[in-house]
């Protein structure tokens, strides 16, 4: 076969045939059985004559044979995204002339024109589409198969554990990296079916841990899924050795949290032309802010600020002839250790935080298809979607534009549609935001408008703002070992009755606070009014409630009542009746923000660990199991309550609150004595 992908499989089924190869959650494939699966498909491929085949199919078993089989019989083999639009997919069948399609229902033949290939040609991955219609990559099979070895080589080898495939087969980075490097190594490849990781954090997360997955390759936006669904959970990944992520720009703190969380991440760049990974950092060789060395392989350069890949294994463009040296349209440097930092872009394609490529200028079209919109500039490299700012006559009203941005997003696949929009004023050559032949000035447009369209994006009302501007603070809470240790049963009796004891010091507080807050709201805050009442009408009794469970618990209440809380509890407390106070008594609202989100989010899960653990009553836990279903409702009168708070000075308190209150109530959790010796009560 000649190939080192081809090969490695040869080796396994004779020396490893026991092995498992894949398992995509419908069936099971061993190293043994694979060259025979692929040699099936080899067969039907040669039977009906193809030349051009398209994979249409899911991630699993069925995906890497037909892939693997196209490759032995020396034809071209098309992935096709999940993501791309039926006018995308139509697009790649001509450009590509596929006659053959590997679908759900087997192979069949289409009727398409032929296209002349350039030699060697055995997988075309058509990009995401920086236009509405995707350009093809050639590339040859045995690169493919460098550039996965040569992944293996720098990463150190083959993994202890599985590989687990959270993106589609059809994203060159998984088909690369992921399954041949998996494949090369003799490794299993978890391939969930449907790729449902790709848009469910909390499926990717189980898949990770229920797999004991190894490696895993992610996109930005799939870590911060990732990440909050471990955050929600505390759930942990202590066997997984390496997860690369790329595929778009990451912030240097999304990995310094990842790494805070246990994840071994570790960052990368890659190129289509190149057959995806270029440059990657290890355990071996990690530099923060770089996106690591070159592969063993890659010669890289950087000329005139841009970075050049002189030899790179594409074939070039559909219809287009083959280049020398790859100049990528990347701004970067590569420092005296070899570790290559990317610093911008030469051109003004956008790349969003899920690794998709597209350009501003096709998703203005669309907008500027809308008669109502006068002028439109797409912005938002590396957010998860784009941005647009646009203008319109005046005698078009506010809902009117809103249904033309609409009408643009439905024409456009999801990826390119915009998460956020905002009206401005008609861009002016006077005023330095259009060239003298009327085209925009992005760069000086964004500089005006960037901000307020990234708070639009952000700010799609106030509680979504409060959430993402907290999530940094209660991730410092759900990291708390005292707080992590009870969310999964390891946990004593006496630190459950002590947390018990903390929770009722500083819950018997709640109502005369609340009342305090009432009673300081200036008059143009009293609409307020009705719910403070309501709270306080809500909140009344549960100190009673947390002395009932101490007592159920085996503790003294009385003597809890009598006692005097720890420090860190005394500062929560007085730092709210300061705040309300002396500050801004609406800022309380950040108090109660902090309680009932955690409640919602661990306390029928805190209360369910323990009690399995401990073996106490349900009598014990009434205040943990009613606030984890009361404060449900809470939160949605909580949600509806302060997205009409619109004052800048009562946001910012209200925002200010929470996140002190979120690092004091950790406090609290690390002053309290943590036995982690359970001593089941029966």
């Given at each position: 076969?000649?190939?080192?992908?081809?090969?490695?499989?040869?080796?396994?089924?004779?020396?490893?045939?026991?092995?498992?190869?894949?398992?995509?959650?419908?069936?099971?494939?061993?190293?043994?059985?694979?060259?025979?699966?692929?040699?099936?498909?080899?067969?039907?491929?040669?039977?009906?004559?193809?030349?051009?085949?398209?994979?249409?199919?899911?991630?699993?078993?069925?995906?890497?044979?037909?892939?693997?089989?196209a490759a032995a019989a020396g034809i071209a083999c098309v992935p096709m995204p999940p993501f791309f639009?039926?006018?995308?997919?139509?697009?790649?069948?001509?450009?590509?002339?596929?006659?053959?399609?590997?679908?759900?229902?087997?192979?069949?033949?289409?009727?398409?024109?032929?296209?002349?290939?350039?030699?060697?040609?055995?997988?075309?991955?058509?990009?995401?589409?920086?236009?509405?219609?995707?350009?093809?990559?050639?590339?040859?099979?045995?690169?493919?198969?460098?550039?996965?070895?040569?992944?293996?080589?720098?990463?150190?080898?083959?993994?202890?554990?599985?590989?687990?495939?959270?993106?589609?087969?059809?994203?060159?980075?998984?088909?690369?990296?992921?399954?041949?490097?998996?494949?090369?190594?003799?490794?299993?490849?978890?391939?969930?079916?449907?790729?449902?990781?790709?848009?469910?954090?909390?499926?990717?997360?189980?898949?990770l841990a229920d797999t004991g997955a190894a490696t895993v390759i992610l996109v930005p936006e799939l870590?911060?899924?990732?990440?909050?669904?471990?955050?929600?959970?505390?759930?942990?990944?202590?066997?997984?050795?390496?997860?690369?992520?790329?595929?778009?720009?990451?912030?240097?703190?999304?990995?310094?949290?990842?790494?805070?969380?246990?994840?071994?991440?570790?960052?990368?760049?890659?190129?289509?032309?190149?057959?995806?990974?270029?440059?990657?950092?290890?355990?071996?060789?990690?530099?923060?802010?770089?996106?690591?060395?070159?592969?063993?392989?890659?010669?890289?350069?950087?000329?005139?600020?841009?970075?050049?890949?002189?030899?790179?294994?594409?074939?070039?463009?559909?219809?287009?002839?083959?280049?020398?040296?790859?100049?990528?349209?990347?701004?970067?440097?590569?420092?005296?250790?070899?570790?290559?930092?990317?610093?911008?872009?030469?051109?003004?394609?956008?790349?969003?935080?899920?690794?998709?490529?597209?350009?501003?200028?096709?998703?203005?079209?669309?907008?500027?298809?809308?008669?109502?919109?006068?002028?439109?500039?797409?912005?938002?490299?590396?957010?998860?979607?784009?941005?647009?700012?646009?203008?319109?006559?005046?005698?078009?009203?506010?809902?009117?534009?809103?249904?033309?941005?609409?009408?643009?997003?439905?024409?456009?696949?999801?990826?390119?549609?915009?998460?956020?929009?905002?009206?401005?004023?008609?861009?002016?050559?006077?005023?330095?935001?259009?060239?003298?032949?009327?085209?925009?000035?992005?760069?000086?447009?964004?500089?005006?408008?960037?901000?307020?369209?990234?708070?639009?994006?952000?700010?799609?009302s106030f509680y979504e703002l409060l959430v993402k501007t907290t999530a940094e603070a209660r991730r410092?809470?759900?990291?708390?070992?005292?707080?992590?240790?009870?969310?999964?049963?390891?946990?004593?009796?006496?630190?459950?009755?002590?947390?018990?004891?903390?929770?009722?010091?500083?819950?018997?507080?709640?109502?005369?606070?609340?009342?305090?807050?009432?009673?300081?709201?200036?008059?143009?805050?009293?609409?307020?009014?009705?719910?403070?009442?309501?709270?306080?009408?809500?909140?009344?009794?549960?100190?009673?409630?947390?002395?009932?469970?101490?007592?159920?618990?085996?503790?003294?209440?009385?003597?809890?009542?009598?006692?005097?809380?720890?420090?860190?509890?005394?500062?929560?407390?007085?730092?709210?009746?300061?705040?309300?106070?002396?500050?801004?008594?609406?800022?309380?609202?950040?108090?109660?923000?902090?309680?009932?989100?955690?409640?919602?989010?661990?306390?029928?899960?805190?209360?369910?660990?323990?009690?399995?653990?401990?073996?106490?009553?349900?009598?014990?836990?009434?205040?943990?199991?009613?606030?984890?279903?009361?404060?449900?409702?809470?939160?949605?009168?909580?949600?509806?309550?302060?997205?009409?708070?619109?004052?800048?000075?009562?946001?910012?308190?209200?925002?200010?609150?929470?996140?002190?209150?979120?690092?004091?109530?950790?406090?609290?959790?690390?002053?309290?004595?943590?036995?982690?010796?359970?001593?089941?009560?029966?």
């Amino acid at each position: 076969m000649n190939d080192p992908v081809l090969d490695a499989i040869v080796q396994h089924c004779r020396e490893r045939p026991h092995a498992v190869a894949v398992r995509d959650g419908r069936r099971v494939i061993r190293y043994g059985e694979l060259p025979r699966t692929i040699d099936d498909r080899l067969r039907q491929l040669r039977q009906c004559g193809a030349r051009v085949l398209a994979i249409e199919l899911d991630n699993g078993i069925d995906w890497i044979a037909w892939d693997l089989a196209a490759a032995a019989a020396g034809i071209a083999c098309v992935p096709m995204p999940p993501f791309f639009s039926p006018s995308q997919r139509t697009h790649v069948h001509g450009a590509a002339g596929v006659d053959a399609v590997a679908s759900p229902s087997g192979l069949s033949r289409t009727c398409n024109d032929r296209v002349t290939l350039a030699p060697g040609t055995r997988k075309i991955t058509f990009t995401s589409g920086t236009t509405g219609a995707p350009r093809g990559v050639c590339l040859p099979f045995d690169g493919l198969g460098r550039v996965a070895a040569s992944v293996l080589e720098t990463i150190g080898g083959a993994p202890a554990g599985p590989h687990f495939s959270a993106m589609p087969f059809a994203v060159l980075l998984e088909n690369v990296a992921g399954v041949y490097s998996a494949l090369i190594a003799g490794a299993t490849i978890e391939a969930p079916a449907r790729a449902a990781c790709w848009t469910d954090p909390d499926t990717l997360l189980r898949g990770l841990a229920d797999t004991g997955a190894a490696t895993v390759i992610l996109v930005p936006e799939l870590l911060r899924g990732l990440m909050a669904a471990m955050q929600r959970t505390g759930v942990r990944l202590p066997r997984l050795e390496f997860a690369a992520v790329g595929g778009a720009r990451v912030d240097p703190s999304l990995l310094a949290a990842a790494r805070r969380l246990g994840l071994p991440i570790y960052e990368g760049y890659g190129l289509s032309e190149c057959g995806s990974v270029v440059a990657l950092n290890t355990p071996a060789a990690d530099s923060a802010g770089t996106v690591g060395r070159p592969l063993p392989h890659v010669d890289l350069a950087v000329v005139d600020g841009e970075i050049v890949v002189r030899n790179p294994i594409g074939l070039g463009y559909l219809g287009e002839p083959r280049c020398g040296a790859l100049r990528t349209g990347d701004l970067g440097a590569i420092d005296a250790a070899g570790f290559v930092t990317v610093t911008g872009r030469l051109r003004n394609v956008l790349i969003t935080s899920y690794g998709r490529n597209l350009s501003p200028e096709w998703v203005e079209a669309a907008l500027l298809a809308q008669p109502a919109v006068g002028q439109a500039v797409v912005l938002g490299d590396g957010w998860p979607r784009p941005g647009a700012l646009v203008t319109a006559p005046d005698v078009v009203d506010d809902d009117a534009l809103a249904r033309a941005v609409a009408a643009a997003n439905e024409s456009l696949p999801d990826y390119a549609r915009l998460g956020a929009w905002l009206r401005v004023p008609v861009f002016k050559t006077a005023a330095g935001l259009l060239t003298g032949t009327g085209r925009p000035r992005r760069e000086a447009i964004a500089a005006r408008y960037l901000d307020e369209l990234e708070c639009t994006m952000m700010r799609t009302s106030f509680y979504e703002l409060l959430v993402k501007t907290t999530a940094e603070a209660r991730r410092e809470l759900y990291a708390v070992r005292q707080l992590a240790d009870g969310l999964n049963g390891r946990i004593s009796r006496e630190t459950y009755l002590a947390y018990l004891a903390e929770a009722y010091h500083h819950v018997r507080h709640t109502v005369p606070l609340l009342m305090s807050m009432g009673a300081r709201l200036p008059d143009d805050r009293q609409w307020l009014q009705e719910a403070v009442i309501e709270y306080i009408n809500e909140e009344k009794g549960h100190e009673q409630w947390i002395l009932h469970d101490i007592e159920a618990a085996g503790g003294d209440a009385a003597a809890v009542q009598a006692g005097t809380p720890l420090l860190p509890t005394q500062v929560l407390v007085a730092y709210n009746h300061d705040y309300i106070a002396r500050r801004n008594p609406v800022g309380f609202l950040g108090m109660v923000f902090m309680l009932e989100s955690t409640s919602t989010e661990i306390a029928t899960r805190g209360a369910t660990s323990i009690q399995g653990a401990l073996g106490l009553p349900d009598d014990a836990f009434s205040y943990l199991y009613s606030h984890g279903s009361l404060d449900q409702e809470h939160m949605k009168f909580f949600r509806s309550l302060v997205d009409r708070i619109t004052d800048p000075d009562d946001q910012r308190a209200i925002i200010e609150v929470a996140c002190n209150t979120f690092h004091l109530f950790a406090d609290v959790f690390r002053a309290i004595d943590s036995d982690t010796e359970v001593r089941h009560v029966a």
